[in-house]
């Protein structure tokens, strides 16, 4: 099978938004960790910024809202048993 231009434009784009994808997820496990593992004073800010994290990654269709949803129902919920 030969590697035709549409083929190889294709596999071109899918590395690009595989890399992409990456570096989003990577944000959003890094937003949920410092959540985590902020003590009850500084829970509140860092919930606030990994919702805005979570939402701008939704937006950009990285991750389902559906998902974005669960996961910021589920960080509120964290927060508010601190």
Do not use: P, W
């Amino acid at each position: 099978m030969s590697a035709k231009g549409s083929e190889l434009k294709r596999v071109r784009q899918s590395a690009k938004n595989k890399m992409r994808n990456k570096h989003y997820k990577s944000l959003l496990s890094t937003a949920v960790k410092k959540v985590k593992n902020a003590d009850k004073n500084d829970a509140a800010e860092e919930l606030k910024k990994a919702i805005k994290t979570i939402d701008k990654i939704a937006s950009k269709g990285i991750i389902h809202k559906n998902k974005a949803s669960n996961k910021k129902s589920k960080l509120s919920k964290y927060v508010n048993n601190l």
